[in-house]
């Protein structure tokens, strides 16, 4: 089987890892010069490709793939993978296309439950992007005869990127919006359902999340009384000095079922909430 993923970043680099054993060849993008040779020390042949324009090699590099994992965020003019590589892989044929979106593209639903039938709508720029982007894989699928798979994330975190990185950066938060909540998925979680998802290949739309929409604050004291020292105050949203990005996140709060993953997948959490998921990491900081 050979394998490639274009955007190798913090998730598809966990999935590589994960399934690595299993390809005879790992292709993957990177737009940065400066990261090629990371991508070959985890053992992936890479490839630069920035969206703008096809990439050298990988028209060559995806026939004979028989599977492909798209991590890239589309961008004013849509997918760039599709937009450029689309004829590549539609002559390639791969048996798997798994596509990594976000349950951004839910938008506002006041904290009630969503799953994979509500209606989209999109608050954001960038989510309604990845709806326009989530629609043209759909297509393709659709013209082309053969599955793609969309997984729409969670909040990513994992080593490296959680809460005790925070406390240890001195920027850790306690924010509280009345009512706001979030879901969250570890990035091994990720891998894990992209794993099982790979083996049964169908043209289907999953959310990868834990079982806990938490309020973010509620995160930050579990981490501060794991780590034995004192949270940090509480600061009212209102008041608080956020980024225009940071604060258009607390515009969306919803709740996002992931019981498709586990009926359809049979898939069971490695990480089903952030509590199980930071007593270990703790072992990391």
Same mark, same amino acid.
């Given at each position: 089987m050979r394998l490639f993923v274009f955007g190798v970043g913090y998730s598809s680099t966990?999935?590589?890892r994960e399934v690595g054993d299993q390809f005879d060849w790992i292709g993957g993008t990177t737009r940065s010069p400066g990261k090629l040779e990371e991508l070959r020390k985890i053992g992936v042949e890479p490839f630069l490709?920035?969206?703008t324009t096809k990439g050298d090699g990988i028209a060559a590099a995806l026939q004979g793939v028989t599977h492909v994992l798209v991590s890239i965020a589309p961008d004013e003019a849509g997918d760039p993978v599709l937009r450029h590589h689309g004829e590549d892989m539609a002559s390639a044929r791969p048996a798997w296309i798994g596509y990594l979106s976000t349950v951004? @593209?839910?938008g506002n639903h006041d904290g009630a439950w969503v799953n994979e039938d509500t209606p989209c709508k999109p608050v954001s720029k960038r989510s309604v992007?990845?709806?326009?982007a989530e629609n043209a894989w759909l297509e393709f699928s659709a013209a082309n005869g053969f599955p793609v798979q969309i997984f729409r994330l969670a909040g990513i975190y994992g080593p490296g990127r959680n809460a005790f990185e925070n406390f240890k950066k001195g920027t850790a938060r306690r924010l509280v919006k009345p009512g706001q909540v979030f879901n969250r998925i570890h990035v091994a979680d990720i891998a894990g359902t992209l794993k099982a998802a790979m083996v049964q290949p169908s043209t289907r739309i999953f959310n990868v999340t834990d079982d806990e929409p938490a309020p973010p604050q509620d995160v930050v004291a579990h981490?501060?009384?794991l780590l034995g020292v004192t949270p940090p105050p509480? @600061?009212?949203f209102e008041t608080a000095d956020l980024t225009p990005m940071a604060r258009s996140f607390y515009g969306e709060n919803k709740r996002?079922?992931?019981q498709r993953l586990k009926d359809e997948l049979g898939y069971v959490f490695r990480y089903p909430d952030y509590r199980v998921a930071l007593k270990d990491l703790l072992t990391t900081v």
């Open positions: 966990a999935f590589i490709f920035d969206g951004g @593209v839910y992007q990845r709806v326009a981490a501060a009384e509480e @600061v009212p996002v079922s992931n």
